[in-house]
């Protein structure tokens, strides 16, 4: 049984992600949000209710879990470094973390300068991590995407929810995906 646990289980892409990994066999899913309420469905999940701000909360959650997923919103640096701590300390050590796309634009916006932090956290933790940089959310019904490496340009458009949580879905069905990878993911360009 592969244990995973989802930091950030509430936010407008896990619950695409939850469907796709419930569908994978061999799964123990735990969900880690500061309110259980906003929670819809919670069959066949374990769920823990704590704040990543609180590193203990963040120990115990962390401990014995096999996978970390970070789909994260707020204070993004003391957040990532408590969770990179606790996962140095249990000896977990693959995480799948949600950053953004233009984070490596210069100048850097403001507003992308906390996602700059947790990919530039991740990546010097010694952790097996994958970085994703996701262009902006859209609920369309489909499954496409194209991946870029750090480093290229940046291609694409607008992707689907839905379309990251598979991607993220087939990393965690095979962990040996993609490791120590930072990776822009967005919806091809249709060619004229």
């Known amino acids: 049984m592969k244990k995973v646990i989802i930091i950030g289980a509430t936010g407008s892409l896990a619950k695409f992600v939850i469907n796709a990994i419930s ?17 819809h469905n919670s069959e066949n999940v374990i769920v823990i209710e704590g704040e990543a701000m609180n590193y203990e909360d963040v120990r115990k959650a962390i401990s014995g879990q096999d996978i970390v997923y970070l789909n994260l919103a707020g204070d993004l640096e003391p957040m990532t470094k408590n969770i990179v701590r ?14 953004s796309i233009g984070i490596y634009d ?14 530039d956290i991740i990546e010097k933790s010694g952790l097996i991590y994958t970085i994703l940089r996701p262009d ?25 929810r839905r379309s990251i949580a598979a991607f993220i879905a087939k990393i965690i069905e095979n962990t040996e995906l993609y490791k120590n990878e930072n990776l822009g993911i967005s919806k091809p360009t249709v060619k004229k």
């Open 23 to 39: 569908s994978i066999d061999g799964i123990s899913l735990t969900l880690f949000m500061r309110n259980r309420q906003k929670l």
């Open 86 to 99: 606790a996962m140095q300390e249990n000896n977990v050590n693959r995480i799948i973390a949600i950053s």
């Open 106 to 119: 210069s100048p850097l916006k403001s507003v992308l300068k906390p996602y700059r932090k947790l990919a």
């Open 136 to 160: 902006w959310f859209t609920n369309v019904d489909e499954v496409d995407y194209t991946i870029t490496y750090k480093g290229e340009p940046e291609t694409g458009t607008s992707i689907s």
